[in-house]
C-alpha cells in the first residue's frame, strides 16, 4: 500500500484515482508520480479506463414506452389517500354506530350474532360459552338478555343451539339462590330451553366460603372445578367462546 | 398542521426519489445491459423505498440506502432464476443476451466497446466498478451498499479495472491508437 514499496500496488493506485488516500498517502503517491515515469504511466491508464467507464454510461439507453415516467411513482399514493379516505369514514361510521349502540352490553349481542352467524354454514348444532366475570347488573342482564334472545331465534328457525353460561367471580352472583337479582328467569329459561346450562366456578365458591359467606346456589346450576378449566376444556371442543 | 407537514414531508421524499431515477438507472443498467431490466429494477427499488420510508433514519443516507435497495433488487431478480448459481461470480453471457445495445455495429465505438467489455466482467467486480467510477461512492460506502468488506470492494475494484484494460485492448487491437489518443487527452 505505500508508494515507496518496491512495486506499488494496483490497489494503491486504485485508492489514489478514486481520491481515497488520506492526505499523508496522497502526498507520498504524488511525491511517487512525480519521480516515477511507469508510475505515472500507470496512473494515466487508470484514470483514462475510469473516465471512459463514466462516458459510456453517460447516456444509458431508455427503454421504450409510451408512459411518462414521472407519473408511475404517483401511482402508490393513490391506494393509500383511498384507504385513508376509507379510514376516515370507516372511524365516522363506527363513532356514530358507537353512539347509537352505546347502550350497556349492545356490542356482546353484536359479538354474539357475528359469531354464530360465522359458525352457521357448518349445519352442526351451534355450541356457545358465554363466560361472566363480573356482577355489574348490566352485564348480567345482557348476558341473560342475549342468550335467551338467541336461543329464541334458533328455536323459531328449528335450529339446534347449545349455550352454557360459565360465572366465575363476581359473576357467581348471578347464579346464587340469596343475591340473584334474576332468579326467577333463570329458573324460567332452564324450563324453556333444556340446551341452556348454568356453571358456576367451584374456586370462587370455595373463596366465598373461606370468607365465611354462605353460598347456596339456585337449582339445577352445576359447579365446575374453575371457570378456566371448564371454558378450556369447552374451546378445545370447539365451542364458540364468548365474554361478556 | 401535522397531516399537512407530513404530506410536505412525504412530497419532498418523493421528489428526491424521482431524482435519484436517473442515477440508480445508469447503474442498473451497467449491471444488466439491459433497458427494460433496469427500468424495472428501478422501479421495484423506488416502490420498496417508497413503502419502506420509515427504515431510512438519516437523511444523508438517501443514497446510499436506495443503492442497496437496487442491489438486493438485484440479487432477488437472480433469484428468481435458479440456474444461477453464485451471483458475484456469474458471467454475463448467461443472464444478458449478446445482442444487446452492445451489438456488433456499435463494437466500433467507444461506448459500446467499454460496454461490452463491463458487461464482461464478473457480476460482483461489475457492481464494485459502477459504484466507484458512475456513483464515485467511497469504497466504505460501497462495502456498505454490497455488503462486503472493503477489502474485498478494493481488491474487486482492482481485478475489474486489470481485466477491463486487457478487455478493451483485446477486443479492438486495431483501434488501440484510437484509445491511446484518448490517454492522452486525460
Known amino acids: ?244 | 398542521m401535522k397531516i399537512l407537514s407530513l404530506f410536505s414531508r412525504s412530497h419532498v421524499f418523493h421528489d428526491q426519489l424521482e431524482q435519484s431515477r436517473v442515477r440508480l438507472y445508469r447503474v442498473a443498467y451497467s449491471w444488466s445491459h439491459d433497458a427494460a431490466l433496469a427500468d424495472d429494477l428501478v422501479q421495484e427499488t423506488l416502490s420498496k423505498a417508497l413503502k419502506n420510508h420509515g427504515q431510512l433514519r438519516d437523511q444523508e443516507m438517501l443514497n446510499s440506502w436506495l443503492f442497496s435497495i437496487l442491489t438486493n433488487c438485484w440479487r432477488d431478480h437472480f433469484r428468481q432464476h435458479r440456474e444461477m448459481a453464485d451471483i458475484d461470480e456469474i458471467e454475463d453471457y448467461r443472464c444478458v443476451h449478446e445482442t444487446t445495445p452492445e451489438d456488433e455495429h456499435a463494437q466500433t465505438q467507444i461506448v459500446g466497446r467499454v460496454r461490452g467489455a463491463v458487461a464482461n466482467l464478473a457480476m460482483g467486480q461489475r457492481q464494485v466498478l459502477t459504484l466507484v467510477d458512475l456513483e464515485e461512492f467511497s469504497y466504505a460506502e460501497v462495502a456498505s451498499i454490497l455488503e462486503i468488506p472493503v477489502g474485498t470492494v478494493m481488491s474487486r475494484l482492482c481485478r475489474a479495472r486489470r481485466a477491463l484494460k486487457e478487455m478493451l485492448q483485446e477486443l479492438a487491437p486495431v483501434q488501440s491508437a484510437h484509445i491511446s489518443q484518448i490517454r492522452r487527452v486525460k
Not at chain 1, 144 to 173: F, P
Not at chain 1, 227 to 241: G, H, P
Request: contains cysteine.
Open chain 1, 1 to 244: 500500500m505505500k508508494p515507496d514499496d518496491s512495486v506499488v500496488s494496483d490497489e494503491f493506485l486504485n485508492a489514489f484515482v478514486d481520491d481515497q488516500l488520506d492526505a499523508a498517502e496522497k502526498s507520498q503517491a504524488f511525491d511517487g508520480i512525480g519521480h516515477d515515469e511507469a508510475l505515472k504511466e500507470r496512473v494515466c491508464e487508470l484514470r483514462g479506463l475510469k473516465e471512459m467507464v463514466r462516458h459510456s454510461y453517460e447516456h444509458p439507453p431508455v427503454r421504450n414506452k409510451s408512459a411518462g415516467k414521472g407519473l408511475r411513482l404517483r401511482a402508490p399514493y393513490l391506494p393509500a389517500l383511498a384507504a385513508c379516505l376509507l379510514l376516515c369514514i370507516g372511524g365516522a361510521s363506527g363513532w356514530f354506530a358507537h353512539a347509537w349502540t352505546g347502550r350497556g352490553g349492545e356490542p356482546e349481542m353484536m359479538r354474539l350474532l357475528q359469531s354464530v352467524q360465522r359458525n352457521d354454514a357448518s349445519g352442526e348444532p351451534q355450541k356457545i360459552l358465554v363466560h361472566v366475570g363480573s356482577s355489574n347488573p348490566v352485564r348480567l342482564k345482557t348476558a341473560l338478555d342475549e342468550t335467551e334472545s338467541l336461543l329464541d331465534s334458533y328455536r323459531r328457525s328449528g335450529r339446534k343451539l347449545q349455550v352454557e353460561i360459565v360465572a366465575n367471580g363476581g359473576g357467581v352472583d348471578l347464579l346464587r339462590a340469596d343475591v340473584s337479582p334474576y332468579a326467577m328467569r333463570i329458573g324460567l329459561m332452564q324450563e324453556k330451553y333444556p340446551d341452556l346450562d348454568f356453571m358456576a366456578c367451584g374456586q370462587t365458591i370455595k373463596k366465598l366460603q373461606e370468607k365465611g359467606v354462605d353460598v347456596q346456589l339456585l337449582p339445577h346450576i352445576g359447579v365446575a372445578s374453575s371457570a378456566l378449566e371448564q371454558i378450556t376444556l369447552r374451546l378445545k371442543e370447539n365451542w364458540v367462546y364468548i365474554k361478556v
